[in-house]
T-cell receptor, first 117, second 113 residues
Framework: EAQVTQNPRYLITVTGKKLTVTCSQN?????MSWYRQDPGLGLRQIYY???????DKGDVPEGYKVSRKEKRNFPLILESPSPNQTSLYFC????????????????FGPGTRLTVL | AQSVSQHNHHVILSEAASLELGCNYS??????LFWYVQYPGQHLQLLLK??????LVKGIKGFEAEFIKSKFSFNLRKPSVQWSDTAEYFC???????????FGAGTRLFVKA
């Protein structure tokens, strides 16, 4: 089954404790992206990746890191989480052309609800 | 600045009522447009999309949307809603040839049985 998976689905942590949220897709998509969803703000893009080893900042990258060492995986790293990073996080993937942009819709993972105390 | 504006944050309708959700965007250049739906407790799913061609696009579950370029709008419509349409709806825009996606703040629809 074609899907985007995220782990963990729920996480409660404390300020400053490094964490990683994993994202994996089995559709051989070049493009992957991370979003956070907050009430009244919709989804805001954190980082995206056009292909292996190619990443770029979205609208709210502060406090986050990403890496794309393999095509199927795109982990989101919070080096020193803070309470304002409490949110619902979604990973997404899509077909794309490296220099030509997205060519299809995005497929979203089930979300990771993060609480930072 | 690039932005997407959804006019209604909350909409309450009775079953069989008609639905129209507004979406306006501000984005330089040509765009791809999307409506996504998020049912309670679930992840986002695509309702419909516009890349080019006929500005009236039809999606799943009887939804349709019309791209009006002169108004920078992409409103979502459904002639007769059902209780199962209760969800949050997001409009999104991508610059053609680009990789960033801008989402609206979402509209929560509640359909009374």
């Amino acid at each position: 089954e074609a899907q985007v998976t995220q782990n963990p689905r729920y996480l409660i942590t404390v300020t400053g404790k490094k964490l990683t949220v994993t994202c994996s897709q089995n559709m051989n998509h070049e493009y992957m992206s991370w979003y956070r969803q907050d009430p009244g703000l919709g989804l805001r893009q954190i980082y995206y990746s056009m292909n292996v080893e190619v990443t770029d900042k979205g609208d709210v990258p502060e406090g986050y890191k990403v890496s794309r060492k393999e095509k199927r995986n795109f982990p989101l790293i919070l080096e020193s989480p803070s309470p304002n990073q409490t949110s619902l996080y979604f990973c997404a993937s899509s077909l794309s052309r490296t220099r030509g942009g997205l060519t299809d819709t995005q497929y979203f993972g089930p979300g990771t609800r993060l609480t930072v105390l | 600045a690039q932005s997407v504006s959804q006019h209604n944050h909350h909409v309450i309708l009775s079953e069989a009522a008609s639905l129209e959700l507004g979406c306006n965007y501000s984005y330089g250049g040509t765009v791809n447009l999307f409506w996504y739906v998020q049912y309670p407790g679930q992840h986002l799913q695509l309702l419909l999309k516009y890349f080019s061609g006929d500005p009236l696009v039809k999606g799943i579950k009887g939804f349709e949307a019309e791209f009006i370029k002169s108004k920078f709008s992409f409103n979502l419509r459904k002639p007769s809603v059902q209780w199962s349409d209760t969800a949050e709806y997001f409009c999104a825009v991508q610059g053609t040839g680009g990789f960033k996606t801008i989402f609206g703040a979402g509209t929560r629809l509640f359909v009374k049985a």
